[in-house]
């Protein structure tokens, strides 16, 4: 990364290294072995994103950002994608593991830029950002996530169901016992 116009691909939470680190406001190595690794992808995640704004066309200062902003963010992160997501009119549309090549773009995944937007939402208020105006949780950023995990999903044919708790088995006497009216002797 030569050029500070460039930016790191954001990979999914999972990643160890996104390359963000790059763009991190000068913090020394032991304030951020220090943290969680959560804590450390949010740090990049956010500097990435300032960086972002920084080299916007014009400049964009983030008390005036809004979910618009974030989309273009969003779309533009798509270019370092690594899940190639088939088009309608492309033989492998709906298949999970397609047999061979295909000439279909490589995006960001729905799960990559769902866990980003999650931590750009809370490192957004932990700078001082107004939870009532925060871009991250806007409705167009929710809508435009909600149409990415339905594409992919037909596209790749893989399932994004929520997964279901597992409940604690409940104890037999736990339950309360289902109201009786008092017999005719009783009352």
Known sequence: MDSPSSFPQVESSNSENTGAAAFSA??????????SRYENQKRRDWN?????????RPP?????????????FLRYLDQFGKTK?????????GHPNPPAPCPCPLRQAWGSLDALI????????????????????ARA??????????????????SYEKKKRKRPPQQPNAVAPPHQP?????G
């Open 141 to 158: 950023v929710r809508l435009y996530l909600r149409e990415v995990r339905d594409l992919q999903s037909k596209a790749r044919g893989v």
């Open 48 to 56: 990435t994103f300032c960086q972002y704004l920084k080299n916007h």
């Open 118 to 137: 999650g931590r750009l939402r809370a490192a957004y208020e932990e700078n001082g950002g107004n939870p009532e105006t925060n871009p991250f949780g």
């Open 26 to 35: 000068g913090t020394s190595s032991s304030s951020s072995s220090s943290l």
């Open 85 to 93: 997501v088939h088009n309608p009119i492309c033989p492998f549309y």
């Open 60 to 72: 964009l200062a983030l008390s005036r950002c809004s979910g618009a902003h974030v989309l273009e």
């Open 182 to 186: 008092p017999s005719p002797g009783e």
